[in-house]
């Protein structure tokens, strides 16, 4: 496990559930060649009624964890975990915390003493080396779970109560035939299943469908033989009953020539 040692000042105060915030990914789908390195950056939301993240008071602290199955993907050194420079500091005078495992990336600073405060909604920039060929997750989770407070803003204000979204996305490679599914009817209403590709928008055909629990490692299994309707871009709809609740850790593709 790579890691460094320092003390985090942290400031605690009363959250303020009137406000709901977000910690999200910058994109909600990543494409990197296996072997080749992608960069994700996580951005902090504490007004979600204006597009984009935004926060309402400067960050004093910060802490975050990037989760992902291991063996899928690998942090090659702390220095892939880039700190927004205001909160690239423990508070103490000494650099942020930083850790990463077979399976997680983590960080957590504080205001840099005589740095401008800022709106920035930016607290970490990562960078991954893919490893696997297979579409996979990652999570957002706090730097430490309660009681320990990672977010505060300047005012004093504890925020870890207030972010009620922790981002999830995926990760895939070029040329990725992962599909995601959306509105699966049950199989005695003679359904349609509306399919939506990940990747490049391809013409419409028959083909098999598969569907994998990629964090498991479980092989692919066809689920579905039938004729595929195009319904717009990167949206098909099949003409075939389908019976399946999908879950954050399992994918589809499609086999063939779509």
Known sequence: MLWT????????????????????????????????????????????????????????????????????????????????????????????????????????????????????????????????????????????????????DVAGTTLDGQITTLGTATVTTPGSTVIRLTGIQPASQAATVEITFIGPDRPATAFALEATSAIEGQPWTTILDATILKTGARTYRATAPLTLTPTPQQFFRIVGTP
């Open 5 to 152: 040692s320092v003390a985090l000042l942290c400031a605690s105060a009363l959250p303020d559930p009137a406000r709901a915030g977000q910690l999200l990914f910058d994109q909600g789908e990543y494409e990197a060649p296996v072997g080749q390195p992608f960069q994700v950056r996580i951005e902090l939301d504490m007004n979600d009624s204006l597009p984009g993240p935004h926060l309402l008071q400067p960050l004093f602290s910060m802490g975050v964890r990037v989760v992902f199955p291991a063996g899928a993907a690998q942090v090659q050194g702390l220095s892939d975990l880039a700190v927004t420079p205001a909160l690239d500091s423990n508070g103490l005078g000494g650099p942020a915390l930083k850790e990463s495992g077979p399976d997680y990336a983590a960080a957590a600073g504080a205001l840099k003493a005589g740095f401008p405060v800022t709106l920035d909604p930016l607290v970490l920039t990562l960078t991954l080396l893919n490893l696997s060929a297979t579409p996979y997750e990652l999570r957002l989770a706090f730097f430490r779970p309660p009681p320990w407070a990672n977010f505060h």
